[in-house]
């Protein structure tokens, strides 16, 4: 009775199992019309499938086009195109056997990924006066910014914050005061002296000028010269002690 078992068990499963198994493609063969034919490689197509007879009939793949495993596709894959209003470029050109690879522009950074490689990507983050960069935008990374403190300031575009200039350590009053997104503006005290003493001294001249002709004037005009020069010299001592 074992015997039969076994003998039937052997019957029924064995060529089942076989015919399982010779539907089955290997790795390098794709099945078509219950055939398994024997696949293209990675930058071609098929052409003509596999006969009985003959062997897969494989050609390359067109211009903008690829595949990139091997395959048994009738028709390769159009290459991805790299959109700028997308914030992306190319960082690598498609080929037979390889897709497009986009990256982000300059200044711009990706947040989404397809198959690995960036699908969009947006710009960076800008600092505001006020704020300075603590850590520069990458690729795949957003610039990070941090507001000034203290006696310090930034445009936005420094990485660290500035001290405010200190216009007595340099000689100079100070006209406005530092803001954390402004430096303290300072000026030169000397600088109205400057353009003062010129006008004082063209001035002095001018007086003099006018005295010595009046002097002149009244000496030929007195008849004591010792009065003369008495009126003229109190009137001169009178505008030096005015300036003074």
Known sequence: MFTLRIIIFITLIV?????????????????????????CAPGFRVHWHCTDDT?????????STFTDEPNGLTGCFPC?????????????????SSDTVCGPLERFYCIAKKKGYCSLAVQHSECIPGQYIKQAGTSSTDTVCAYCTGDTYS??????????????????????????SSDTKCGNPSTAVAITAPSVIVTLILILVIFFSI??????QSKSTGKGYSVIFCSMRSIVVFFI
């Open 15 to 39: 060529p089942l199992n076989y015919k399982l198994c010779s539907c089955q493609c290997s790795h390098a063969e794709y099945e078509i019309h219950k055939q398994c034919c024997p696949m």
């Open 55 to 63: 062997s897969t009939t494989c050609v390359p793949c067109p211009s």
């Open 80 to 96: 991805t195109v790299c959109d700028a209003s997308r914030g992306l470029r190319v960082n690598k050109k498609c080929t037979q």
């Open 155 to 180: 445009n936005g575009s420094f990485s660290s914050c500035l001290a405010h200039t200190k216009c007595e350590a340099l000689g100079l009053t100070e006209t406005n005061p530092g803001t954390h």
């Open 215 to 220: 002097y002149i004037w009244k000496k030929k």
